[in-house]
């Protein structure tokens, strides 16, 4: 590698960074990748082997996903451009294509644009994922649905940034797909997720706002940020008392009314959360209990070619101090 080579790189790395760790984690992930952070982290990587292991492996981890929510911001802006069939259309035996009325679900402009280029990282690998499955897609504006083709069905599903995944298995009569019925007839294109057209609507709305909450959570931490507090928020706010529903409303969504706002955890999966957090902790837990035990001198106490927190032993460590 010639100097030039090398100093473009030394160069560019920066910027890499501070892109990937952005695309993955938001304003979080810019923060975590300024200088300061930065250095902080190649100072611990300098003194600590399991701190240097680490650190190379969360970077790889972070330019492959990275990457990929990339090619997912490339796919779905190539997938608006190109020719959509709306779910709500009926095809003729002939060909032809026959639009039902369209829903009139309207955010404000400007915020519908914003949020679309928000979640179009997350939306795009939800794209891909769908192809990839054998899935095909229809438009529902303001959102984009991936669904099974016949003979398989199609019903709910999960949103992936503004992309409606139809992943649930529903009855042929509930969900018809697209196809030339035997006598001349034309068949719905896309899931027929609701029987009436007011519900449909209602659910519309109700996703509509789950792409809201996509968004926001993207920006501030991540296209991760979502699922897992999603995920921890129906641990201990199970059904229709999880404050995302609640926020896009019970109702549009399907949901019952809540008896209450008091968590009702479900406690295997609680049990199942705790030992993952503590798993996590695990590190940290041991060190702040050989603080307690032994007192302040533990704080930065460690053995040789390691950090604190990565120094083993519950008891005092007899160790070189920095």
């Known amino acids: 590698m010639t100097r030039r080579t090398s100093r473009v790189i030394n160069r560019a790395r920066p910027v890499a960074r501070t892109l990937a760790c952005t695309i993955c984690f938001g304003i979080a992930g810019l923060v975590w990748s300024t200088p ?13 082997t399991t701190c240097a292991s680490h650190r190379r492996m969360r970077a790889g981890v972070i330019y492959v996903v990275a990457l990929l929510l990339l090619a997912g911001a490339s796919a779905r802006p190539l997938e608006a451009l190109s020719p959509e069939i709306p779910c709500g259309s009926r095809i003729t035996r002939d060909g032809e294509i026959e639009q039902e009325p369209r829903l009139r679900i309207s955010p404000p402009p400007v915020w519908n644009a914003a949020r679309h280029v928000l979640v179009a990282p997350i939306s795009g690998v939800g794209l891909l994922a769908g192809r990839a499955l054998g899935m095909e897609p229809c438009s529902r504006p303001p959102m984009l649905v991936m669904f099974w083709p016949p003979p398989r069905t199609s019903a709910g599903g999960t949103m992936l940034g503004d992309v409606f995944v139809a992943w649930m298995p529903g009855s042929p009569a509930s969900s018809q797909a697209y196809g030339i019925g035997n006598e001349g007839t034309y068949i719905r294109y896309g899931p027929n997720i609701a029987q009436r057209r007011i519900k449909e609507r209602q659910l519309s709305v109700h996703e509509s706002r789950h792409v809201n909450q996509w968004a926001v959570t993207n920006f501030l931490a991540g296209p991760a940020a979502f699922p897992v507090a999603y995920a921890v928020d129906g641990v201990l706010f199970p059904g229709s008392r999880n404050h995302f529903e609640r926020a896009a409303g019970l109702s549009d969504g399907g949901y019952p009314p809540a008896p209450d706002n008091w968590p009702a955890p479900l406690w295997p999966q609680t ?4 030992l993952l957090v503590l798993i996590i902790l695990r590190r940290r837990i041991r060190w702040l209990a050989r603080i307690v035990v032994a007192g302040r001198s533990q704080l930065k106490a460690h053995a040789p070619r390691h950090c604190p927190v990565h120094t083993r032993g519950w008891s005092a460590v007899r160790a070189s101090r920095h």
């Open 271 to 274: 049990a199942a959360l705790a």
């Open 36 to 48: 300061r952070f930065h250095v902080h982290r190649l100072r611990k990587a300098a003194t600590c």
